[in-house]
Nanobody, 124 residues
Framework: QVQLVESGGGLVQAGGSLRLNCAAS????????MGWFRQAPGKEREFVAA????????YYADSVKGRFTISRDNAKNTVYLQMNSLKPEDTAVYYC?????????????????WGQGTQVTVSS
């Protein structure tokens, strides 16, 4: 069973940056593709970014392309989400997720394990 713990959220002004971390334990992290999703109040959880098992492939939602970067360090069992040029509409709880599929996935149902989430608030 894979456990995922997110950190790095917080309050930032519009135009600022944050880096989210997701530490994994209890499984073979290096074989999982990883993803980040977010959920704003009153909205569905939506895909943000995903990365393949070896970091060789990435995939982004159009809304964050060019501003966010997903990366991973398999030696540290950690996946990151670097968020730049943040906007108020990026405010949400951010979740990391793991999938047994090795390639990046954008559908929620493809993911088997989820973290508890970390709050990101962007003020205008």
């Amino acid at each position: 069973q894979v456990q995922l713990v997110e950190s790095g959220g917080g309050l930032v002004q519009a135009g600022g940056s944050l880096r989210l971390n997701c530490a994994a334990s209890g499984g073979t992290f290096s074989t999982y593709a990883m993803g980040w999703f977010r959920q704003a109040p009153g909205k569905e959880r939506e895909f943000v970014a995903a990365i393949s098992w070896n970091g060789g492939s990435t995939y982004y939602a159009d809304s964050v392309k060019g501003r966010f970067t997903i990366s991973r360090d398999n030696a540290k069992n950690t996946v990151y989400l670097q968020m730049n040029s943040l906007k108020p509409e990026d405010t949400a709880v951010y979740y990391c997720a793991a999938t047994i599929y090795g390639s990046p996935r954008y559908r929620r149902r493809d993911y088997d394990h989820w973290g508890q989430g970390t709050q990101v608030t962007v003020s205008s």
